[in-house]
């Protein structure tokens, strides 16, 4: 019985002494962070190649498994998919680029006028009682509220447009890495995996094999399915604003499609602006624009999404939105966006883990 309490008591230590060494590097670290400049710089140049790159490798590897069931060459694949990949872009470029273009500078260039006209409705509304009976009388500040959070919205919306467009300008040099890293991808995907098995002792292969194999099939169904399920939702969308005649439908069903990447958030984001632009044109364009987005967000969540998730995110809501707000808070919108696949993969990990070297132990307490 004593021994048993010593090992334990030295087991406790052991671990404190790692617990504290773990804060002690931490600490270290933030001193001589000077150091790790060139890591992050180097890491930051790299990320969203390399993001883009594992988007479009699970995208674009059961095309490439399928044309090898057909006895076709895996490089020779990758180049058809290619060349199919680059005549889309063409046919974006020359067909909706000039569109989507053309509708984001006539937005920028007449946001004055659209909150010119979004005044002219609240007046409007407020001469009809409407805003009377949601205001009441002694807060007379409650119009000038609603102004200023419109005007605020509208400068967010042409600060976030624009410099989204200058993002994507700025990194030009930086994307062309990217097709580079995606053939590497699609050519030796599958080795890494192997890789990351054979570097675990041998007595703990078949698990890590495990872990790599759900880890894989994972990322797999989340990122098609999401691709799936948004596209579907942007279907909805824009067919529903091109019958009640949205201006810059494209443009808002494009942003509203970006924005649904990001879990619970993204659709809010993305409503704003569409509710807006509808109330410049009349309330019950901002009605219907509001009734639009809601009936597709139904049929996403509860027809769309369980038919080709099924029961592969087992993700309670209000996980994914703690998780959503702390990574935007700690890394922004790349993160919020990266953080749901980052989660499932700590747990898939976490639990084969706990399953290994503890779950017997906590068993037995």
Do not use: C
């Amino acid at each position: 019985m004593e021994g048993n309490h010593l090992f334990t008591t030295n087991k406790a230590l052991r671990f404190g002494m790692l617990i504290v060494l773990l804060f002690l590097i931490i600490f270290l670290g933030s001193k001589v962070s000077f150091v790790f400049r060139p890591i992050i710089a180097l890491i930051e140049v790299v990320a969203i190649p390399l993001l883009l790159s594992v988007f479009f490798y699970y995208l674009l590897r059961p095309l490439v498994k399928l044309m090898e069931k057909y006895k076709v060459n895996r490089t020779l694949a990758i180049l058809i998919i290619y060349v199919i990949f680059a005549l889309a872009i063409v046919w974006f470029i020359t067909s909706k680029w000039p569109v989507l273009y053309g509708q984001l500078i006539s937005f920028l260039d007449n946001i004055p006028s659209l909150l010119s006209s979004v005044g002219e409705q609240i007046n409007e509304l407020e001469k009809n009682g409407f805003l009377a009976s949601l205001f009441p009388a002694n807060e007379s500040n409650g119009l000038s509220s609603i102004t200023n959070y419109l005007n605020k919205g509208f400068s967010f919306m042409s600060n976030y447009l624009g410099g989204l467009f200058s993002f994507v300008s700025n990194f030009t040099i930086i994307l062309f890495t990217f097709p580079i890293l995606l053939f590497f991808m699609l050519k030796e995907g599958e080795k890494f995996g192997n890789i990351l098995v054979r570097a675990t002792p041998n007595r703990y292969q078949n698990d890590s094999r495990e872990i790599v194999t759900g880890i894989d099939h994972m990322l797999s169904g989340f990122i098609v399915g999401r691709v799936i399920v948004n596209l579907s939702l942007g279907v909805l969308m824009y067919i529903g604003f091109l019958i009640i005649g949205l201006p810059y439908a494209f443009l808002l069903t494009v942003i509203s499609v970006i924005a649904n990447f990001i879990p619970f958030v993204g659709a809010i984001l993305s409503a704003i602006p569409i509710v807006i632009v509808g109330l410049t044109q009349s309330p019950a364009t901002a009605i219907w624009s509001l009734v639009i987005i809601l009936v597709a967000q139904q049929v996403q969540d509860n027809l769309i999404a369980p038919y080709v998730f099924g029961k592969k995110l087992d993700i309670h809501p209000l996980t994914t939105v703690i998780l959503v707000l702390a990574a935007g808070n700690i890394g922004g919108i790349i993160a919020m966006i990266v953080i749901i696949p980052v989660y499932m993969m700590l747990k898939i990990i976490a639990v084969r883990v706990f399953s290994l070297f503890f779950k017997e132990k906590w068993m037995k307490l």
